[in-house]
């Protein structure tokens, strides 16, 4: 994404991971389900990865947006191995997040909400892919013969 976004022209490749990602919310939190988000504070990764797009369209599919779309669920950019620290301080009353860091956020206590599977298309989506620059890949077409898409 940091490429696209700096205009690198890029070569998808391949997908390299489906989904795994996790809706945990933190032990003590009144969060029982994507509703019971509203007024909270959740936490991603980062602004623009595929969990808090994730996030975004949980709270759409359920009536509600985030802060920056007029809404009133705050989205919390932290990286996954803070959050354990962010839950246990209350910082965050939930966080969608991928694999292993959902796993770690429930030995803590959390709360599991939402799996990958009620996410997205049962959980059949590609959340990592590898890319490649269009230069790399003219100068080596061979490597690159199956290449998805152009960007």
Known sequence: ??????????????????AGAVLVAREGSDVEDVPGLSGAAVAVPTRGSTQDISLRHLLHENGLAATDEGGDVTIVPINPADMPAAFSTGQVEAALVQEPWGVVL???GGKLIVDERGIWADGDYTTTVLVVSTEYAEQHPEACADCWLDT
């Open 1 to 18: 994404m940091n490429a696209f976004m700096q205009g690198v022209p890029l070569k998808i490749y391949a997908g390299a991971a489906k």
């Open 106 to 108: 429930e030995n803590q």
